[in-house]
C-alpha cells in the first residue's frame, strides 16, 4: 500500500486495547447504542504517536481531540474554533481540498453544540467541495447520506461524531481520491493542520505548554505533507498559500526535534498556524 493510502487510516487500524481511564470524549462513544467494539476501540485509544510517526499516518481530528484531553487540555475545543471566512478562488480544487480539511475538522469539535442549520451549512459545504475537487463518489455519497440523516433528526450528535470520524477515514485512493481527483493529500493536510492549531491554542489559554513534549511530535507527518508540496503538488498549491504552507510544515518538524519543547514553541505554532488558516 502506498504512502499516500495509508494515511488517516489511523482509525480503523489501530490494535484493540482498553484503556484504564476513558476521556470525555470516549465515554460519549462508549455510550453510542449499537457501535461495533472495533469502532469503539479505535475510537477510544490514545493516540500511539511514534507508531503514527514510523507509519506516517495522520491522527484523526477525533484521535488529537482524545489524546488532547489524555494530556489534561479542555475537551471543549469548540470554544477555540473562530468564525471562518475562506478566501480564495474556489474553482482551485487544491484550494478547496485545504478548504474542506478546515471544515472536516471544525465540525468534529463542534459537533455538540452547532445548531442543526450549521451542521447542514458545513456537511454542504463539504458535499459541495469535495464534488468539485473529484472525489470517489462512495466518498461524496456517505456525506450526502449523512445531511440526510442530520436533516430528519435520525441521529444524535455522538452517532453524528462516530460518522464523521468514519467519512474522515473513508478518504484514501480507493474512494477518497476519485479519478478525477488530482489533490492528493491536501484535505488531510488541511484537517491536521486545524487540530494542531486548536490544540496549540488550548495548551496556551490553560498553561500546559508541557502537553506539547507529547502532543507535538509529529515530526514524520510534517516532512511528508512538506515533500508532496515542494515536489509532487508543487505546480498545484495556490501560490499565495504554499510558502506559508511549506513554512508551517517546516516549523512542526523544528519543533518536533527539540528536546524539550516551550512556551515559544507552542506560541510559534499557533503562530504560522493562524497566518496558514487565514489564508485558506
Request: aromatic share 4%; with cysteine; hydrophobic share 40%.
Amino acid at each position: 500500500m502506498n504512502l499516500i493510502a495509508l494515511i488517516f487510516l489511523a482509525c480503523g487500524t489501530s490494535p484493540e486495547s482498553t484503556p484504564t481511564k476513558e476521556t470525555p470524549v470516549v465515554q460519549k462513544e462508549i455510550q453510542k447504542k449499537g457501535v461495533q467494539a472495533d469502532k469503539v476501540n479505535s475510537a477510544k485509544k490514545a493516540l500511539d504517536i511514534q507508531k503514527v510517526e514510523q507509519s506516517a499516518l495522520s491522527p484523526s481530528p477525533l484521535e488529537l481531540k482524545g489524546t488532547a484531553e489524555k494530556e489534561g487540555l479542555p475537551s471543549n475545543l469548540a470554544t477555540l474554533v473562530p468564525v471562518r471566512k475562506f478566501v480564495g478562488d474556489d474553482t482551485n480544487k487544491d484550494h478547496m481540498a485545504l478548504q474542506t480539511g478546515v471544515v472536516l475538522t471544525d465540525t468534529v469539535m463542534q459537533v455538540d453544540t452547532l445548531s442543526k442549520d450549521s451542521l447542514l451549512g458545513n456537511l454542504t459545504k463539504i458535499e459541495s467541495n469535495l464534488t468539485k475537487m473529484g472525489a470517489g463518489e462512495g466518498f461524496v455519497f456517505s456525506v450526502t447520506e449523512l445531511k440526510r440523516k442530520v436533516t430528519n433528526d435520525a441521529l444524535n450528535r455522538d452517532e453524528v461524531l462516530l460518522e464523521m470520524d468514519e467519512i474522515i477515514a473513508y478518504s484514501r485512493p480507493a474512494e477518497g481520491f476519485g479519478k478525477d481527483d488530482t489533490t492528493g493529500p491536501l484535505l488531510q493536510a488541511g484537517s491536521w493542520l486545524t487540530s494542531i492549531n486548536l490544540i496549540s491554542h488550548a495548551m496556551l489559554n490553560e498553561k500546559k505548554v508541557d502537553s506539547a513534549n507529547n502532543l507535538f511530535r509529529h515530526g514524520k507527518i510534517a516532512e511528508y505533507f512538506l515533500s508532496y508540496v515542494q515536489h509532487e503538488g508543487g505546480k498545484k498549491v495556490d501560490g499565495s498559500v504554499k510558502g506559508v504552507l511549506e513554512d508551517t510544515l517546516k516549523t512542526l518538524i523544528e519543533v518536533s526535534e527539540k528536546k524539550d519543547l516551550t512556551q515559544a514553541d507552542v506560541e510559534k505554532v499557533a503562530s504560522i498556524t493562524d497566518k496558514l488558516l487565514a489564508l485558506i
